[in-house]
């Protein structure tokens, strides 16, 4: 048998983005698996504000958190027009792993895929609380790169 089979399951993508290592992770596996299964790929930032937060505070979480993730944007954006994929990239502000099943569900994303964060022996029992939310909470799949 010859040709793509067609992929009627992971059509949508979404990677929780936050700059760290296992972040880019995530992005480099969901870049696989958009190629192979012809899918596109939502590129997916939130900025956490500080609580309780004035405006003045406010605005400076902002902007350093939309600095630093248009950075790695670009850098992701030239990896996905090297490959001739799909990607798109946006930013948010709130509770991560909230914003991530919110935003899944408007666009209807078929699988969301986060990196693992944490290096200690606890951490490694547990996940982190944004995986740990999307998993319990999200309306699709979650997978967690380690």
Same mark, same amino acid.
Not at 18 to 36: H, I, T, Y
């Given at each position: 048998?010859?040709?793509?089979?067609?992929?009627?399951?992971?059509?949508?993508?979404?990677?929780?983005?936050?700059?760290?290592?296992?972040?880019?992770?995530?992005?480099?596996?969901?870049?696989?698996?958009?190629?192979?299964?012809?899918?596109?790929?939502?590129?997916?930032?939130?900025?956490?504000?500080? %609580?309780? *937060?004035? /405006?003045?505070? !406010?605005?400076?979480?902002? &902007?350093? $958190?939309?600095? =630093?993730?248009? @950075?790695?944007?670009?850098?992701?954006? %030239?990896? *996905?027009? /090297?490959?001739? !994929?799909?990607?798109?990239? &946006?930013? $948010?502000?709130? =509770?991560?792993? @909230?914003?991530?099943?919110?935003?899944? %569900?408007?666009?209807?994303?078929?699988?969301?895929?986060?990196?693992?964060?944490?290096?200690?022996?606890?951490?490694?029992?547990?996940?982190?609380?944004?995986? %740990?939310?999307?998993?319990?909470?999200?309306?699709?799949?979650?997978?967690?790169?380690?």
């Amino acid at each position: 048998m010859t040709g793509k089979r067609q992929n009627t399951y992971f059509r949508k993508l979404l990677v929780g983005y936050d700059g760290s290592p296992q972040s880019e992770k995530a992005v480099d596996v969901a870049f696989s698996l958009a190629e192979s299964l012809d899918a596109t790929v939502l590129i997916f930032a939130v900025a956490r504000p500080p %609580e309780p *937060a004035t /405006s003045v505070e !406010l605005q400076a979480v902002l &902007d350093n $958190a939309k600095e =630093h993730f248009e @950075e790695g944007f670009k850098k992701i954006l %030239e990896k *996905a027009r /090297s490959h001739d !994929l799909n990607v798109k990239t &946006d930013m $948010a502000v709130g =509770h991560p792993a @909230e914003q991530i099943i919110h935003r899944a %569900e408007d666009d209807g994303i078929d699988l969301i895929i986060l990196g693992r964060r944490g290096r200690s022996m606890i951490s490694r029992m547990m996940l982190g609380s944004v995986s %740990e939310r999307a998993l319990r909470y999200a309306h699709c799949p979650v997978m967690v790169v380690h």
